[in-house]
């Protein structure tokens, strides 16, 4: 089956700086990749995904990146603000599957 | 409003006493899943609904049962619970098969076993 590595664990920026955090998957059919938010107390709400004819998606302050050939897509968050705080995953299905399998998370702290 | 509620949001019990979770959705959603979270972990899928009567293991289903009798409910059964399924549970809906559809979670509930 699908398995999902997120890196990093916790990340700490300053505010105005850019977070990454990038994600390796193993199963080369997988085919979609979302991203969720997680912030205190709630359930994940998703924020950006991609499929794999694209290479790239931006949406205001967030991008997502994808390198099929590595298996590996990142989340890239520019001028970080406050709110940015929380718990991101990541993850991956293949086509018309039916489970999606998550990364471990990375909590980002945004310091004021 | 659009929205996935689970009960209780917190609950503390002991070893071996059934509990249920209750999950239910407002959105007419025909896909239904429950994940635990743990630390480290992430979100690890227990059981998923494809429809009502229609239900399949996840990744970590043992000690847990599901069932689907409408299409707006799908709750978690824990006959004999463990401390080792002490957890954070989250319910989750969308419109199809996971793949390209939005799920949207639950508040989700925590669960202490002692």
């Known amino acids: 089956g699908e398995n999902v590595e997120q890196h990093p664990s916790t990340l700490s920026v300053q505010e105005g700086d850019s977070a990454v955090i990038k994600c390796t998957y193993s199963d080369s059919a997988s085919n979609y990749f979302p991203w969720y938010k997680q912030e205190l107390g709630k359930g994940p709400q998703l924020i950006i995904d991609?499929?794999?004819?694209?290479g790239e998606k931006k949406d205001q302050r967030i991008a997502v990146t994808l390198n099929k050939t590595a298996k590996h897509f990142s989340l890239h968050i520019t001028e970080t603000q406050p709110e940015d705080s929380a718990v991101y995953f990541c993850a991956a299905i293949r086509a018309a599957g039916n489970k999606l399998t998550f990364g471990g998370g990375t909590r980002v702290l945004v310091k004021p | 409003e659009a929205q996935v509620t689970q009960n209780p949001r917190y609950l503390i019990t002991v070893t071996g006493k059934k509990l249920t979770v209750t999950c239910s959705q407002n959105m007419n959603h025909e896909y239904m899943s429950w994940y635990r979270q743990d630390p480290g972990l992430g979100l690890r899928q227990i059981y998923y609904s494809m429809n009502v009567e229609v239900t399949d293991k996840g990744d970590v289903p043992e000690g847990y049962k599901v069932s689907r009798k409408e299409k707006r409910n799908f709750p978690l059964i824990l006959e004999s619970p463990s401390p080792n399924q002490t957890s954070l549970y989250f319910c989750a809906s969308s419109l199809a098969p996971a793949w390209g559809e939005t799920q949207y979670f639950g508040p989700g509930t925590r669960l202490l076993v002692l």
């Open positions: 991609i499929r794999s004819n694209v």
